[in-house]
């Protein structure tokens, strides 16, 4: 007699990310949960991906175009999706919590997730966003644009605060916000970097009358990362 033996499905793989912006939340956060994702594109839209279980903790539709940046709130209550229908795209993820993680890590599906609506939409009619980062305070979020312009944006208040355009520096390739504990970038006179295809960093203070600070120059192509290392004696460094 011929025995056949049948499985049940217990897990299955699925797509996590098909190219695109991929960030996690800013390295000051003081979330445990913070660390532990990611936001990626996959297709149009963004997936929240918990690096534990490895697994697709929370999927959010997007409006049927390409995304072009994401941004994470670094506390992960909220992120902004920016699209090349120039919309953006805000989300509450309050309800994003370790208990919904902690259901991915048992298995569970994540198409049975209730699917949060955007919390907020608008658009930048003039370009589309390339570039994006909250400071480290979670209140303002710099996009920056393909139009060679910077758009600092008050969250919570819904508003610009800044609009900083960088003469002749085309797409604007990186945003990178300075960290408000070091000497360099006090509350009141935040400091904000931009990379760019004219292959040129430009150093911005927003509270101040001459606002771009510096412009380094001495890169053989556009630039495609910025970040500042952190020294015990007050210094800090842009590393391009």
Known sequence: MLLKTTYK????????????????????????????????????DVALVSLSTGRVALLLPGDGTDLTSIVLHPHLT???????????????????SSSSTTSQEEGSDTSSNNVPAPEKTWKIAQAFVSSSAYDET???????????RIRVWEDEKGYYTHTLRASGAGVITNVVWAPRT?????????????????????????????????????????????AFSHNDDGDDTVLV
């Open 9 to 44: 499905v217990t897990s299955k793989l699925e797509t996590l990310y098909t190219g695109g912006p991929v960030v996690t939340a800013a390295r000051s956060s003081t979330s445990p949960q913070a660390s532990r994702v990611i936001a990626c594109a996959r297709e149009q």
């Open 78 to 96: 909220r992120l902004v999706s920016c699209h090349a229908s120039h919309q953006l795209r805000e989300w509450n993820l309050s309800s994003f």
């Open 138 to 148: 979670g209140t303002l979020i710099a996009f920056g644009c393909t139009d060679a």
């Open 182 to 226: 070091t000497a360099a970038a006090s509350s009141s006179l935040v400091l904000a970097t931009t990379g760019s295809i004219d292959n040129s960093v430009r150093i911005w203070r927003l509270a101040a009358k001459e606002m771009i600070v510096k412009e380094l120059k001495g890169h053989s192509s556009a630039v495609s990362a910025i």
